[in-house]
């Protein structure tokens, strides 16, 4: 190959390559505009391989942080094993983080650095440690020393799970958190465990008005899949690392499950501060251990033993204060439900069953009061086993319980049939079948009597040894022991509320029907089919639904007087729930039978008869008419007794943006009082009545409303005195709400005189039928432009249809930037909007529509039909982008012409270059060999082109073209003939 040659092909490749790369970046750069990758790192990662092994998952807090680093911390979600720290049972959110965390000294300067970004952390440090410092690390250096990192020594992990309390519903008060265990620990029946936790707080400050401040560690349990009431240690105040150990004993006949709850302080289903805790709680290695009954013994016998009342909803509390090892046992109260069944053994017969009719030789031995042994030696019949009868009265049940061993030595698919009886023919009814040899199985059969009156029912067990068919042959019947054992008898009531007078059910639960709901599930079976009759008694009750409901802490206390009620909190116009700058905690202080300031509660009608006297004497007046044996009902009642204001406040409600919610209440006013009905914005220290944004007034076209009015102070409030009732029983009030870009938070207060105490008020006041609805929406109602005011809103679909308002105010809303430029193009679909309503206030309607003034925004041209081109990125009609895309696109198309076509030249000059370097080549190796050697004879040579001269070869050129000659390959071009060596002789 010619020099010439080589140069031609270094700069085809070097064009070649060039081409190539600019392609690729081309395609690359077209791919990133407009495809839709997911990641493209692919640089190779290896996890950490997390082997957890422990009954409790990670009990120790260190799984699932590995690769976090130490400015990630504390982990408030997804922490491996349990559930994020939340709020407990209705309590108010913290203000300041709380999750997993490092106790190392980098780890920990970062997290007093996030802790100080914090505003919340930063005003509850400063107030709680009296700050006074003003530079950035002289307060990091004060909150580090008053907080310092939890560290335990002696451990490989520095990770523990930190709960922190701090609250702006008031100061000092705090609020309850948890953290519960995913994993669940299953102790089977008649076995032991212990549960450990470590535990170290700080800066606990207990405004608890039960006692059971400070941390908390909690078994949520359940007993063969029935929940139970949690037990709790509490009172956990400890500044140094300490182990709290819980022993726990299942029940010998039921198997127990457990979850661990981590907590500080304790929430009541109600929004106030009865059981909060201000501060901080660190835990770490919580572990549970199985161990045998003598471990648990020694443990436990200098304890106070804690034991689950079964079907309670009430927590068994234990103090912390003084100790720190406990025991629960979650055992079943057989003392008081179940007795010995003595008659049970007493009846039992063995007649001949079957074919052949000759005698059994089977026997009854170590006969007790609850227990029996059946030996058949001979297998010569069927052997059967009638127990006594035993009486259960109406409307109640008995469970009979007992262990069966089989022993049989054959029984071919035979063993021990269990049958109960009468059915209404006076027969028998097959419940279960025992065949596996060498298993002891439990065996529970429920006896129901439904019937609402009349006698006793009468039942009986049978045990059939052997095969049930009267004509097995005799190879068939069964040789061995059966071994029944364990034989008990509870009885109870098989309805779940104790009945008034009036025959309704109560809110009383009876004292065992938790008993019946439990055993109904795990009974082999349950017989119902009574003598005399072909099917079960089945009562046709239609129960009562109410409002308001009472707490759960108060169930019971509507039958003697005014009851604390579910989601509701009775306060003073003083109370600090409605100004944390206040120093009243007291809550619900007028339930029962009241004090001198008056009563107020949940109250039933049904139950006067249990009232005091003179309550309920004043208060029937009030109702008079409104009930009677066939009705009754349950308001939420204030009474003043003197001249004063107290309210009930309600849970934040929480509307999402660009939503509608609807808040209705009925309310009853007598005599002098004055009712006042508030939506209340919830955020902030101070709890203002919740008002419409400040606006001013913007309604072009219609010339009954002036423009530029500024409107201010909207609140969200009624008033309704005995005048407003109109002569009704009851008058409801609504609340429209619908938000705009910004969700809203408030909650309902309803009062006796106004919250502010400058309206006290006396006598009665009744609320009933709260309705909350923030899913189904409303028709907002809009104007007609050129209309006169109206007197009435006139249109059917809207919720003001009908309403005589004093206060209506009318806005339009206003163009943003991109509407106003999107008018300037598309005339035809330009954007406009209608004039509305956004605030009207009657005595019965509060509409407030943030919507309008507040609005999400919308880009008019994201309405616009989308294209698709060929290249796969998605274009619109805007025409702002028009050229810029069409340019882009003709540049492209430009360079890529212009690449094929210099791909084009190279390529022709390459195919002229190959052919000239083959000619040249033969011809200059012909001329060197022949030189070279001297040759004398003739040689013929391929005549040279034209338009090609050759030249003399000099001596330096041979020279040269030989070094070439030794690094050329075996063939070149014109396949030229090898003349020999120019050294040898003819």
């Known amino acids: 190959m010619t020099r010439n040659a080589k140069q031609n092909s270094i700069k085809f490749k070097s064009i070649l390559v060039l081409a190539i790369s600019f392609m690729l970046c081309f395609v690359l750069f077209f791919c990133t505009a407009c495809g839709t990758t997911d990641n ?9 391989v997390e082997n957890d092994t422990a009954l409790i998952s990670n009990g120790s807090f260190e799984f699932g942080t590995y690769k976090l680093k130490i400015e ?55 107030n709680i440690w009296s700050i006074t410092a003003t530079e950035e690390a002289s307060i990091k250096a004060e909150i580090k020393q008053n907080f310092p990192a939890p560290v335990r020594s002696g451990v490989d992990s520095d990770n523990v799970l930190m709960i922190n309390n701090v609250s702006d519903e008031a100061p000092d008060i705090g609020t309850a958190q948890k953290l519960t265990s995913s994993s669940t620990v299953t102790l089977e029946k008649g076995t032991y465990g212990v549960f450990s936790v470590w535990v170290k707080t700080a800066n606990i400050v207990n405004t608890s008005d039960t006692g059971r401040g400070g941390a908390n560690i909690r078994l949520v349990n359940t007993i063969d899949s029935n929940s139970q009431a949690d037990y709790a240690i509490y009172g956990i105040a400890t500044t140094d690392w300490t182990e709290y150990k819980i022993y726990v004993k299942a029940d010998e006949s039921y198997d127990s499950t457990f979850k661990v709850v981590l907590g500080l302080g304790f929430g009541n289903g109600k929004n106030y501060a009865k059981d909060f805790v201000q501060g901080t709680a660190f835990f770490d290695d919580v572990t549970f251990t199985e161990i045998d009954e003598s471990a648990y013994t020694d443990a436990t016998q200098s304890l106070n033993v804690s034991s689950m009342d079964f079907g309670s909803v009430e927590k068994i509390y234990e103090s912390a204060n003084t100790i720190s090892t406990f025991a629960y046992e979650t055992v079943l109260d057989e003392s008081e439900y179940f007795d010995d069944l003595e008659s049970f053994a007493n009846e039992t017969s063995f007649p001949s069953y079957g074919t052949p009719d000759s005698t059994s030789d089977a026997t009854v031995e170590d006969k007790t009061a609850n227990s029996f042994k059946i030996v058949s030696n001979k297998a010569s019949s069927i052997t059967k086993i009638t127990s006594g009868r035993f009486s259960v009265a109406p409307e109640s049940y008995a469970l009979v319980t007992f262990d069966i061993e089989n022993k049989l030595d054959r029984f071919d698919k035979n063993g021990v049939t269990v049958y109960a009886g009468p059915d209404k023919d006076g027969k028998e009814v097959k419940i279960t079948t025992f065949t596996e040899v060498g298993k002891k199985d439990t065996c ?19 045990f059939v040894v052997g095969p049930t068919a009267q004509d097995s042959v005799i190879a068939n019947y069964a040789t061995g022991e059966i071994l029944v054992s364990n034989i008990k008898i509870a009885k109870g009531h098989s309805y779940q509320y104790v009945k008034d007078s009036y025959g309704a059910n109560t809110d009383v639960e009876t004292d065992n029907y938790d008993y019946y709901s439990f055993f109904s599930s795990k009974a082999a079976a349950t017989h119902v089919l009574y003598e005399g009759y072909s099917s079960d008694y089945v009562e046709d009750s239609n129960s009562t639904s109410y ?15 005014a009851s604390n009620v579910a989601n509701y909190t009775g306060v003073t116009s003083d109370s600090t729930f409605l100004n944390s700058a206040n120093t009243n905690f007291n809550s619900n202080t007028r339930s029962g039978s009241g004090n001198a300031d008056g009563v107020a509660g949940l109250i039933n009608t049904k139950y006067f008869s249990g009232y005091n006297s003179t309550l309920a004497s004043a208060i029937s007046p009030e109702l008079a008419g409104l009930y009677n044996a066939d009705k009754n009902i349950q308001p939420l009642m204030i009474y003043n007794k003197a001249s004063s204001a107290y309210g009930f406040i309600g849970k934040t409600l929480t509307v999402s943006a660009s939503s509608q919610a609807k808040i209705s209440v009925d309310v009853r006013v007598t005599g002098s009082a004055k009712a006042y009905i508030y939506l209340v914005d919830t955020f902030g220290d101070v709890k203002n009545v919740f008002k419409l944004d400040d606006f001013k007034s913007n309604t072009d076209g219609y010339n009954y409303v002036d423009n530029g009015t500024e409107y201010k102070n909207n609140e969200m409030f009624f008033t309704v005195d005995a005048n407003g009732m109109n002569g009704e029983d009851w008058k409801t009030v609504t609340f429209y709400v619908a938000t705009g870009a910004t969700e809203k938070k408030f909650r309902l207060e309803m009062w006796n005189g106004d919250r502010n105490g400058d309206n006290n008020s006396t006598g009665f006041v009744f609320f009933d039928n709260v309705s909350v609805s923030t899913s189904g929406g409303f028709t907002e109602y809009t104007e007609t432009e050129g209309n006169s005011f109206p007197s009435t809103f006139v249109d059917s679909s809207s919720v003001l249809a009908g309403v005589n308002a004093s206060v209506k105010v009318l806005h339009r809303r206003e163009l943003d930037s991109v509407e106003i430029e999107y008018n300037k193009t598309h005339s035809d679909t330009a954007v406009s909007y209608d004039a509305k309503y956004i ?3 009657a005595d019965d309607v509060v509409y407030a529509v943030f919507n309008t003034i507040d609005p999400v925004e919308v880009d ?47 390529a022709v000059r390459r195919h002229k270059a190959n052919a000239s370097d083959a000619k040249s080549h033969y011809k200059v190796t012909s001329r060197y060999s022949a030189k070279k050697g001297q040759k004398t004879e003739k040689v013929e040579t391929v005549e040279a082109e034209p338009d090609e001269v050759e030249e003399p070869i000099t001596e330096d050129e041979v020279v040269e073209e030989e070094k070439k000659e030794e690094t050329l390959d075996d063939y070149v071009y014109g396949d030229v003939q090898d003349f020999g060596d120019d050294n040898k002789e003819n």
């Open 839 to 841: 605030w009207v206030k």
């Open 547 to 561: 409002s308001f409901t009472p707490s759960s802490s108060s169930t019971g206390d509507i039958l003697i007087g």
């Open 72 to 126: 990630d911390f504390p982990k408030t979600s997804s922490i491996s094993g349990w559930s994020s720290v939340a709020t407990d049972n209705s309590a108010s959110t913290s203000k300041v983080p709380s999750g997993v965390v490092k106790t190392s000294t980098d780890a920990w300067d970062k997290l007093i650095d996030k802790l100080y970004d914090d505003a919340d952390f930063l005003k509850y440090a400063k």
């Open 860 to 906: 008019p041209y994201a309405s616009e039909t989308e294209e698709e081109t060929e290249s796969g990125c998605t274009a619109t009609s805007d025409p702002s982008t028009f050229w810029l895309s069409f340019s882009s696109i003709l540049l492209g198309a430009a360079l890529v012409l212009a690449i094929v076509m210099l791909i084009v030249k190279n």
């Open 444 to 462: 529970s059969v429920l006896f129901k009597n439904n019937f609402p009156d009349g006698s006793n029912k009468t039942f009986y067990l049978v």
């Open 40 to 48: 493209d790192d692919t640089t190779t990662s290896y996890d950490k």
